[in-house]
């Protein structure tokens, strides 16, 4: 049986509180001065004493060795195989810009690009033309009208934007139109699947009439397209697990992730210490909160082993709160490792703690990669972790007879 | 290639002897006094003793999260997946009043009703009739004839009942006739595929019979069927594995799961001393036995802590019997979780020991939950326990060249 089956089978309605905190890239890796990792490091007593009270184990986001991008990384914190459901690069584009896809949807990554008059691209990314020059070409590309669909055209950054079609029967089973080589003309969208047929014209269609507005612009003169997907239509929390779950993110993207699995998307609050208190403001209106913290990772793609440090101590900080809501499950981990020293996301597994009022407490009293490592839950794959968040939620009931 | 089949073309016969000792729900959780589960509060110097010259680990009987049930629970400790091998409610509930299935049977949990003068169900348990009550009307029943098979109909307890139809040709791919709700009628059974159409066509005949017979009774006077479910055919062990495999159990239901997978079922002992006893005297007998340990489950849903540690300790005392007879391989653990607090199976990991002439001993000189979660196995599902036993006792050969 599939593995979601399962969990839409076994889960029943409850009355207690779960709640996931993702700290973004949380995993990392020794400093040379003392050997201890940014979490090994972090002045933390409150998630100390939490994980005393826990059980401890590390995560594989996808599967050992594996570098996970932030949409696997978190399908698999909330229970889906990030092999087996996958999310199209158009599809995370658009909703790191927050973007409001319907299942209808087909998203793509759109590149400004500069073509010679003979149409073939001399550069990529059209001189990395900035922001306001950007969204100035997407205002003259939005009136490109499409039989049948509806098309949006959303600035993303420099020379980067969206572009979303939405109607009924479009497929994202489509090639790209970026060669990836200089000196050869754009290539036009061919469909992979006869379904596909109509959303290729379609989009071919999109591009002749972009060509032409753009034909006297400099350097911005031409459009290349990739990632294009259909909104996924993944199955749904609520129906999955029976759970009323909300997100509370600063950032768009995880919002739109989010959003993907059926969550309900509270309103974003600015700083970490207001999703806190967001949190004890909506706690009676959901059974599941994924709390989403940023700047551990951007501190981490920054390379600053200090400032990913203080971004932990500063949730350490707000965890009284939460425990003072009662709540009766809480894990705590990452979507994946960002490390200082490789200052990028990487394939090391990720500590968690699993905090519950029906746990085995591993007595383990700190939390880190290494404690983690020694955890009772040993080595697991992320996907896990829902599952065993409903189990210790009382949200699961038995297999067989 | 399937798992089993890999067991299948692996092993070889051998003169070693296994012994898996299974406490059922041996798994515990902490008390509040010293935080110490259910088996780590035991007084146990034998299982300690075995446990410093042993290999620990932790076993997940389904997978992380899953709470199984007897079925799946001991399933997984024969080495079949209990997601792929599934037995049905009415086989185990068939197993469980320790009816002997056939293949070629397909079995039912029966439950006397009450139904209004419209045929509407009032009570789906008939006011909990007495057993006495229950096994009068399953004498009335009995006499029901189908063309071209047997009929068996058994009492379990009050209002339930097992109904067995054995034949050629039968399929379990049924409905049930339960409709779990009040003030609407009883459905027919309805075929699922094409094959099991004459079986449903049989059924609806007996329950036809089976109303004209209870009609004039109060409050049983009608039938509901659930969890139909054809004797599931499993593989056998000793085609598997290569074992002469013999079963040592008090309660039904575990002879009947040891019977679905070919053990040799030896009569029943009354007491778990009794059962070391039969042990001893069987050892020349069999390469493999099973010897299930009832108590501790029943105590853990008892909700007592005590009484569960007790029963603990009294196997304790019988291990220096097992060890006299001079075993390869033994495997002392649960077929699931049965936490005190919680008072019902759970979905905890399940410590084991693995104690073997050849194997590489841990130095852990404790047997329980946290001292098994340091233990070399790690973390590993319930069905790699029974290839680990065969490896111990070399009765598996070299895979590939």
């Excluded at 992730?257 to 209106?285: C, H, Q, Y």
């Excluded at 200082?340 to 990669?369: C, M």
Aim: charged share 25%; aromatic share 6%; net charge negative.
């Amino acid at each position: 049986m599939n593995e979601l089956d399962l969990w839409r089978e076994l889960a029943i309605p409850g009355t207690t509180k779960l709640v996931l905190l993702v700290m973004d890239g949380l995993g990392g890796l020794p400093r040379p001065s003392d050997g201890l990792t940014e979490l090994e490091a972090a002045h933390k007593p409150n998630m100390d004493k939490l994980a005393f009270e826990s059980q401890l184990g590390l995560t594989d986001p996808v599967a050992p060795g594996i570098t996970p991008g932030s949409g696997p990384g978190h399908l698999g914190l909330f229970g889906y195989d990030p092999l087996v459901y996958e999310v199209g690069r158009g599809v995370l584009e658009a909703l790191g810009i927050g973007f409001d896809l319907s299942p209808d949807d087909v998203a793509i990554r759109g590149n400004f690009c500069t073509v010679d008059a003979q149409g073939n691209i001399v550069d990529r990314r059209a001189g990395r033309i900035p922001s306001e020059k950007g969204a100035e070409l997407v205002q003259k590309l939005r009136p490109i009208r499409l039989a049948g669909i509806e098309t949006f055209v959303e600035p993303v950054k420099e020379y980067r934007f969206v572009l979303v079609l939405r109607g009924k029967g479009l497929s994202g089973d489509l090639t790209e139109t970026d060669p990836q080589l200089l000196g050869v003309s754009p290539l036009p969208v061919k469909a992979l699947s006869p379904a596909a047929e109509r959303t290729a014209s379609l989009l071919n269609t999109w591009i002749d009439q972009a060509r032409r507005i753009l034909a006297n612009e400099h350097p911005a003169n031409m459009t290349l397209l990739r990632g294009l997907a259909k909104e996924p239509g993944l199955p749904k929390i609520p129906d999955l697990y029976k759970l009323r779950a909300a997100c509370i993110a600063v950032y768009p993207m995880y919002r739109g992730v989010a959003k993907l699995v059926g969550m309900d998307i509270l309103p974003p609050p600015a700083t970490i210490e207001e999703e806190f208190d967001l949190l004890a403001r909506e706690w009676s209106n959901y059974d599941y909160f994924f709390v989403h913290i940023k700047p551990t990772d951007s501190r981490g793609e920054d390379g600053n082993f200090e400032a990913k440090k203080a971004v932990i101590e500063q949730v350490d900080v707000q965890i009284p709160k939460l425990m003072a809501l009662n709540p009766d499950v809480i894990v705590i981990t990452g979507d994946h490792s960002t490390p200082w020293s490789l200052r990028s996301h990487s394939w090391h597994p990720v500590p968690f703690l699993l905090w519950s009022k029906t746990g085995r407490p591993d007595g383990i009293d700190q939390f880190g990669e290494r404690p983690c490592a020694r955890g009772s839950f040993g080595r697991i794959p992320a996907k896990s972790l829902m599952p065993l968040m409903l189990a210790h939620g009382l949200r699961l009931t038995k297999f067989g007879a």
